[in-house]
């Protein structure tokens, strides 16, 4: 892997990060449970494509 490709790789994971702490924060804050649901749902998909860019490098 090119270090153009790790910067990349290092840059996704990072967004991933940002995406799954805020939903975090806003399943935290939700009243609806619906919603809350929903949240926790995206939290998740982010870790799992966390996960599989992890396991690229």
Same mark, same amino acid.
């Given at each position: ?38 949240? =926790? ?10 996960? =599989?860019?992890? =396991?690229?490098?």
């Amino acid at each position: 892997m090119s270090p153009k490709e790790l910067l990349y790789l290092e840059d996704a994971m990072h967004h991933e990060m940002f995406q799954k702490t805020q939903c975090q924060d806003a399943a935290s804050k939700l009243q609806d449970a619906e919603l809350k649901s929903f949240a =926790q749902t995206m939290m998740n998909r982010h870790q799992q494509n966390f996960d =599989q860019l992890f =396991q690229l490098v």
